[in-house]
């Protein structure tokens, strides 16, 4: 019904301008009948009042589709402003640069240090973060407390480089993010969000995508969220499908299963944007014990 809403309204706006079109059309065509009607005997023949008569009752449809046609027109119009818009976006920072790549064990300490950060989301925009600066020691559990729009999730934004500062540095064990690629960024770090991301497919694809660890480390880290028996006590374990956005799981799972796939990744720096916001009490306990 939401999807064919607008339709309906389309619809709707189209018999009200046909209708008044004819009216209008109508209006035109009495009007040139009567003036005929009026005029002195002789001034037109009765071929030619018949045949202007003929050409005015269709009128209307003219009309009707010429404007049809100009409104359709000024629809399609908007998708190539958007379509120009798009193109004028600018574009990501390169996903790996090839002469500054750090290394392989990074980050290793897992140290934050934010320098005078500042970060606006476009050029004429104010400041949101105005000369931020901490450190964050590897190893530390810090939590972030703030009203809201505060910049809390905008700090996160700006560690996974979604937001580019628009002054200061982040510098994590001695290199500035800003100088390495957004692969090589992103894939270092993990995140569990607010909002759970499922896709569509088996628990294992969902907790390893990229099929780089064993079925062994897989049921380790299920253990660890406890979801080792949920998955279990499904017929195809670890190839048990997962609908999409995790429909077929409860809301708890679904977190667990995101807390599972950053375990995994085994990073230094892991990131929650109010991750037990929409959870029940146990499932909280059961990520925070399984984060400690």
């Keep these: 019904n939401t999807n064919a809403s607008p339709f309906f309204h389309n619809f709707a706006a189209n018999e009200w301008l046909i209708q008044r079109l004819e009216t209008l059309s109508a209006a035109v065509l009495a009007a040139a009948a009567l003036c005929m009607v009026l005029l002195p005997p002789g ?3 009765s071929g030619f009042i018949g045949m202007a008569l003929s050409y005015g009752l269709t009128l209307n449809v003219g009309m009707v589709f010429s404007i049809q046609h100009q409104c359709t027109l000024a629809n399609y119009i908007i998708s190539v402003e958007r379509l120009n818009q798009y193109m004028h976006i600018p574009s990501e920072a390169p996903e790996v640069i090839e002469y500054n790549r750090p290394p392989q064990n ?14 606006r989301y476009r050029a004429d925009s104010p400041l949101v973060l105005r000369g931020v600066s901490c450190t964050f020691e590897g190893g530390d559990k810090i939590g972030i407390v ?62 390893d ?11 380790e880290v299920l253990a660890k969220c406890q979801l080792k028996d949920p998955v279990q006590e499904k017929e195809q374990g670890l190839n048990s499908m997962v609908m999409e956005d995790g429909s077929n799981w409860s809301m708890g799972q679904r977190q667990l299963f995101c807390l ?13 944007d109010e991750a037990t916001a929409s959870i029940d009490n146990a499932t909280d306990m059961i990520l925070q014990r399984t984060i400690r």
Excluded: Y
């Excluded at 729009?149 to 628009?166: C, Q």
């Excluded at 995508?209 to 049921?219: I, K």
């Excluded at 599972?260 to 929650?272: C, D, E, I, N, Q």
């Design 43 to 45: 001034t037109f023949s």
């Design 106 to 119: 990074w980050p290793s300490v897992g140290k934050v240090e934010i320098r005078d950060l500042q970060i």
């Design 146 to 207: 703030g009203r809201t729009g505060s910049g809390k999730t905008t700090l996160i934004g700006a560690l996974f480089r979604l937001v580019e500062p628009a002054g200061g540095k982040i510098i994590v064990d001695t290199i500035d993010i800003c100088s390495m690629g957004l692969h090589d960024l992103r894939s270092r770090f993990g995140i569990i969000p607010q909002d759970p991301t499922l896709f569509n497919g088996t628990v294992r694809f969902n907790l």
């Design 209 to 219: 995508p990229l099929s780089q660890h064993t079925d062994d480390e897989l049921w």
């Design 260 to 272: 599972g796939r950053a375990l995994l990744r085994r990073s230094r720096v892991l990131v929650l």
